[in-house]
């Protein structure tokens, strides 16, 4: 997957915040929904299922232009565990619907276990998901994400998750 996910996170969101919000000021800051998400996935290391992954994301309650603070953990089957903070780019809308985009950029730190070795300790963790936002704010997502370590080591194979997220509004 190499860096596409991070060139779609970059493209979108600046894309977004020239159309929308520099005419008020590009990062002006906002209030913005802050939200507790829990997420289960499967961990995919050069195409092959290798285990599962549980996730928790806190999505901070003010964004600046399009870019909302994230902050997330994860540990998986194996013993691996990542930590990091960034941001996530969302689309208000689809069309007027409560079908929405996200994409997020997170650099984070990871501690190797029984899991596979990804290139050192340093890694940055890039999604999209596609989701839906009920009445009652709470979102439910399917995403794809890539961990890698942007080469900055000889060795970067990259993981990858495929999973289900769902998200409480505070």
Same mark, same amino acid.
């Given at each position: 997957?190499?860096?596409?996910?991070?060139?779609?996170?970059?493209?979108?969101?600046?894309?977004?915040?020239?159309?929308?919000?520099?005419?008020?000021?590009?990062?002006?800051?906002?209030?913005?929904?802050?939200?507790?998400?829990?997420?289960?996935?499967?961990?995919?290391?050069?195409?092959?299922?290798?285990?599962?992954?549980?996730?928790?994301?806190?999505?901070?309650?003010?964004?600046?232009?399009?870019?909302?603070?994230?902050?997330?953990?994860?540990?998986?089957?194996?013993?691996?565990?990542?930590?990091?903070?960034?941001?996530?780019?969302?689309?208000?809308?689809?069309?007027?619907?409560?079908?929405?985009?996200?994409? #997020?950029?997170?650099?984070?730190? +990871? %501690?190797?276990? /029984? @899991?596979?070795?990804?290139?050192? =300790?340093?890694?940055? *963790? #890039?999604?999209?998901?596609?989701? +839906? %936002?009920?009445? /009652? @704010?709470?979102?439910?997502?399917? =995403?794809?994400?890539? *961990? #890698?370590?942007?080469?900055?080591?000889?060795?970067?194979?990259?993981?990858?998750?495929?999973?289900?997220?769902?998200?409480?509004?505070?």
């Amino acid at each position: 997957m190499n860096g596409a996910l991070a060139v779609i996170f970059v493209v979108a969101s600046l894309t977004d915040m020239a159309l929308n919000d520099c005419p008020t000021g590009c990062l002006a800051q906002r209030d913005a929904t802050s939200r507790l998400s829990f997420q289960a996935a499967k961990v995919e290391f050069q195409e092959d299922i290798i285990g599962n992954e549980i996730y928790v994301g806190y999505d901070f309650g003010t964004a600046y232009g399009p870019f909302q603070p994230t902050f997330g953990a994860s540990v998986t089957d194996l013993g691996d565990v990542w930590v990091g903070i960034g941001a996530k780019w969302t689309t208000q809308s689809l069309n007027d619907s409560p079908f929405f985009i996200e994409a #997020s950029l997170m650099p984070g730190y +990871y %501690a190797q276990g /029984n @899991g596979p070795d990804i290139g050192g =300790s340093l890694q940055f *963790r #890039s999604s999209l998901g596609a989701g +839906y %936002a009920f009445d /009652n @704010g709470v979102t439910l997502l399917a =995403s794809y994400d890539h *961990r #890698s370590n942007a080469d900055t080591q000889d060795v970067n194979p990259g993981l990858e998750t495929i999973a289900l997220r769902v998200a409480f509004p505070f």
